[in-house]
């Protein structure tokens, strides 16, 4: 068989060439090992100041309740009201609990009394969540008459990684599969090889097959080892089927070598490749629903992630590791993937083609 | 003689496509993108309510659910009815109004409410407990006044753009030198410029000077959108920006180009700019994750990354001002970083010419 000669051909070159082969490993290592545990909305170790004016007891107990808490780490004790703006100005905490000097005196005589939470809004998510921590423990503190009881389904702790590296499983394995398809007909056209290669018996088709099954193998390879080490190394709960993960896996890496090969039979130089395969990886990553959710984007910028494999491949495969979600949300995201990769694939080899005659 | 090499350089650029595409429209690509496809305000968030009791107490908890404009609700009598919803995704989390919620609250018990969260999600969890926790009107005699400094709204987009500057400057500043680079030593036009008379540090003042005049019109573009088009208040002095950018540029640029001489090969070189200042510069910044909540290792990774300096300096001056122990204390660790880069690229260089 031919084209078997031509995918032994392209993975050859892909592995040879000791520098290539290191920019298919390391990237994929390092961003496993280091931005998994640092990519966290997760709030800790906060740094907090407290002015408590109150001459009383009660306002003594409420600091003493934020010193317990896990969360705040660092509490620093200001003397002035002065004091709060180069407190926060300076970073030196993102919050401080001013506590009035009626404080006690209003409770004792069981008046509303009230506190104030003074945070720094350069970052509003950690402010927003830092509040609702603080809120947690005044309440408690005042003793509510409505309790809330709260359960994390199928993540119980909130661990940030166990989103992560489902998640990397799916982005690592686009980022390989697209780099080595893009690049591999942009640099054959380069050196001016793609043109030997045309002109040998082999068909378009043959010659999109040969290119294709490399990228497949290389994106699915390292999307498997992702999976093995978050499994076994990171101890990430699986819950669903691995077959049907394995599956989903091949056809999201199938549509993105698609999209890499489309990029390439556009590109006459690998520069251009290069700039090609940023231009759809950054908007893929932010608009997949990986940095932050779909639902809180504008209406129209919405539909376009529809276009992104990387969408319903999050959803697969955060769904198998943790929700052990059933078959068919599975298949509900798979055919828009299916869908793409037909386009992309039948418009690369349209190319290939046009470039023939 | 460096005079001729800038100018041989802006020719390049005028002439090569992909150097203004890289330089003008990525960082509008950017801004875009983090403008609109990143936000960490939740509007819509999707939240079940699972009745087992309609006493006229639960009916005014579920309004004032109803009523926010932080939820879409869905209002069902078993909990079975929401379960595939949250499997699914559809729904972000549900509240559970037990059937004794009202007896326990007239009795003087304190009632609960179960909230349930899609954990698979951890942010959007946290904040679905937030939020709920917020709008569960509750008698209670301590009341929290929480008041955000900076940036009243809370517009998540006051803290990601200008954060998101310091991304689009190391990638102009280290991809492009990079590649541009490397494009030179690919090609074999570099130890053309390394046989003539001209010095090391000429070549790479004349390499540097047209990439760094791109970068400080690239920033001026994105600052000009930040403050215009985004609304981001501008509360620094301009001149001190300016400052700022101008070390954090230096930075980038030697990244760049130290990476271009290591690698001498573009698709080396691209991987390497984005694996050691693109990524970096998106996950270790600051610029959206928390630093402080990081394990400790990868803390003492950021403090290498000079990203970091620049997008807490970034931050301050557009939301704050002029605090000058902040900005200062950032302006040090960069200068620092720049002198190291650039000792070790005139010792790379040299060698090469040997």
């Known amino acids: ?357 | 003689m460096i005079k001729a090499l800038v100018i041989k350089e802006f020719y390049q650029i005028i002439r090569d496509p992909s150097t203004i595409l890289i330089s003008v429209i990525l960082p509008l690509l950017l801004m875009f993108l983090f403008g609109f496809g990143i936000s960490l305000d939740l509007n819509h968030l999707r939240l079940g309510i699972v009745m087992e009791d309609s006493s006229p107490d639960a009916q005014a908890l579920v309004q004032s659910f109803k009523d926010s404009r932080y939820f879409d609700t869905k209002i069902v009598r078993h909990r079975q009815e929401v379960l595939s919803d949250v499997m699914e995704g559809n729904l972000r989390g549900f509240i559970v109004i037990p059937s004794y919620f009202t007896q326990f609250k007239k009795s003087g018990h304190i009632a609960p409410i179960q909230v349930i969260a899609d954990g698979s999600e951890p942010n959007t969890a946290n904040f679905l407990y937030n939020y709920v926790q917020g709008t569960v009107q509750r008698q209670n005699l301590i009341q929290v006044e929480p008041r955000f400094w900076f940036n009243e709204q809370l517009e998540s987009r006051h803290f990601l753009i200008p954060g998101s500057l310091a991304i689009i400057m190391t990638l102009i500043g280290t991809l492009l030198t990079a590649l541009v680079v490397a494009r030179e030593w690919e090609r074999g036009t570099m130890e053309a410029l390394l046989a003539t008379p001209v010095g090391v540090w000429d070549i790479v003042l004349g390499k540097l000077i047209p990439y760094f005049i791109l970068g400080i019109l690239s920033m001026i573009i994105c600052v000009f959108i930040a403050s215009v088009f985004y609304g981001v208040p501008l509360r620094g002095s301009l001149v001190v920006l300016l400052l700022v950018t101008v070390i954090f540029l230096i930075c980038a640029l030697g990244t760049g180009l130290l990476i271009s001489t290591l690698a001498k090969n573009q698709v080396v070189a691209s991987q390497m700019a984005i694996v050691s200042g693109f990524l970096p510069s998106y996950m270790l910044s600051g610029f959206l994750f928390e630093i402080s909540s990081m394990p400790t290792y990868i803390q003492l990774i950021t403090y290498l990354i000079p990203a970091r300096y620049f997008v807490q300096c970034l931050q301050t001056l557009f939301l704050v001002g002029n605090v000058w122990p902040l900005i200062l204390t950032n302006m040090i660790p960069m200068l620092i970083y720049a002198a190291l880069i650039y000792t070790l690229i005139a010792k790379k260089t040299t060698k090469r010419l040997q």
């Not at chain 1, 401080?96 to 350069?122: E, K, M, N, T, Y």
């Not at chain 1, 499983?169 to 090889?193: D, F, P, W, Y």
């Not at chain 1, 294709?212 to 994106?219: D, H, L, T």
């Not at chain 1, 629903?289 to 276009?307: D, H, R």
């Open chain 1, 1 to 357: 068989m031919r084209i078997w000669a031509l995918i032994k051909k392209e993975l050859l070159a892909i592995l040879r060439d000791p520098k290539s082969r290191m920019s298919i490993l390391i990237p994929p290592v390092i961003q496993l090992c280091v931005f998994a545990f640092a990519a966290t909305l997760d709030v800790k170790n906060v740094s907090m100041g407290v002015l408590n004016l109150d001459p009383g007891e009660r306002g003594f107990r409420l600091v003493e309740e934020f010193q317990g808490s896990p969360t705040f780490s660092h509490i620093t004790h200001l003397r002035a009201v002065k004091e709060i703006a180069p407190f926060i100005d300076n970073q030196e905490g993102i919050m401080v609990l001013h506590i009035d000097d009626q404080f006690s005196r209003l409770l004792d005589s069981q008046l509303p009394a009230h506190v104030q939470l003074i945070l720094d809004g350069r970052k509003s998510n950690t402010a927003q969540i830092v509040a609702g921590y603080a809120q947690e423990i005044v309440s408690k503190f005042g003793h509510d008459n409505v309790q809330l009881v709260l359960r994390n389904w199928f993540n119980p702790n909130l661990i940030y990684y166990w989103y992560n590296v489902p998640s990397f499983v799916a982005i690592l394995s686009m980022l390989t599969a697209l780099i080595v398809t893009s690049l591999s007909v942009a640099r054959e056209r380069e050196l001016g090889t793609f043109d030997q290669l045309l002109v040998s018996p082999l068909t378009p088709v043959e010659i999109l097959i040969g290119k294709m099954v490399p990228g497949v193998i290389v994106g699915a390879a390292e999307a498997f080892l992702i999976l093995t080490v978050g499994v076994f190394v990171f101890s990430i709960p699986f819950t669903g089927s691995p077959l049907l993960l394995l599956f989903s896996l091949l056809i999201f890496v199938t549509s993105i070598v698609g999209v890499g090969l489309f990029i390439s039979s556009l590109c006459a130089t690998q520069q251009q490749a290069i700039l090609g395969t940023f231009v759809f990886m950054i908007p893929s990553v932010i608009l997949s629903g990986f940095a932050t959710p779909i639902e809180n984007m504008p209406s129209w910028l919405q539909p376009v992630t529809y276009l992104l494999p990387l969408r319903y491949m999050l959803v697969i495969s955060r769904g198998i590791f943790l929700k052990g979600i059933p078959f068919n949300i599975i298949l509900h995201n798979l055919w828009p993937m299916v869908l793409i990769a037909l386009f992309t694939l039948a418009s690369a080899s349209f190319l290939f083609r046009r470039r023939l005659q």
